[in-house]
């Protein structure tokens, strides 16, 4: 939003206000017209509301820029407002396994503090090196993994077992969770 144009708004706002208090102090102080005080309440409270709803604060996304095809070197967690929560570094690594820890076994990528846990298998999905590029494979999960690669719009569902090259970019799907590869 230019500045310009939040000042105007601001002005806007601040003359609906007056005039809603003018017309407010004639209708009870001045005039005292008894039906009119409903309409000049309900045109107050309107004119709050409005106000209200225009100044609240705006959401930010952070945009997680990446540029398609460069170097894969960690994972990032993402909230549902796109923000990062959390990161894992995967650079030197061949093998990570993605899951939810337990007293049986523990995963590289633990989700098991994640929104939707339940929904997450304890080896989820693997993501293994080969010839120096990523790849991703569904382990027989419970609610499977999805990808969405940096230049498309729609998520692909993974079949169990057979590896999808990832890049820096793209997003995984671990039932609702989102990870960003950077």
Request: glycine content about 6%.
């Given at each position: 939003m230019k500045q310009g144009r939040s000042i105007w708004t601001l002005?806007?706002?601040?003359?609906i206000t007056a005039i809603s208090a003018v017309i407010f102090y004639y209708i009870f102080v001045v005039a005292k017209v008894?039906?009119?005080?409903?309409?000049?309440?309900?045109?107050?409270?309107?004119?709050?509301?409005?106000?209200?709803?225009?100044?609240?604060?705006?959401?930010?996304?952070?945009q997680n820029k990446v540029k398609p095809g460069s170097k894969v070197v960690k994972l990032v967690l993402l909230s549902e407002d796109g923000e990062s929560v959390k990161e894992w570094?995967?650079?030197?690594e061949t093998s990570v396994l993605i899951g939810k820890s337990s007293r049986h076994?523990?995963?590289?990528?633990?989700?098991?503090d994640t929104p939707?846990?339940?929904?997450?298998?304890?080896?989820?999905?693997?993501?293994?090196?080969a010839s120096g590029k990523w790849y991703i494979e569904d382990i027989e999960s419970s609610s499977g993994v999805g990808i969405?690669?940096?230049?498309?719009?729609k998520a692909v569902k993974l079949e169990i077992e057979e590896p999808s090259l990832?890049?820096?970019?793209?997003?995984?799907?671990?039932a609702n969770t989102r990870i960003l590869v950077k």
């Open positions: 002005v806007l706002d601040l003359l008894r039906g009119a005080q409903v309409v000049a309440a309900a045109i107050l409270l309107l004119s709050v509301v409005i106000i209200a709803v225009r100044t609240r604060p705006k959401k930010i996304k952070v570094y995967i650079e030197g076994g523990e995963a590289d990528i633990d989700l098991s939707y846990a339940s929904l997450i298998s304890a080896q989820h999905a693997v993501l293994n090196k969405r690669k940096s230049n498309q719009s990832l890049e820096a970019g793209d997003l995984i799907y671990i």
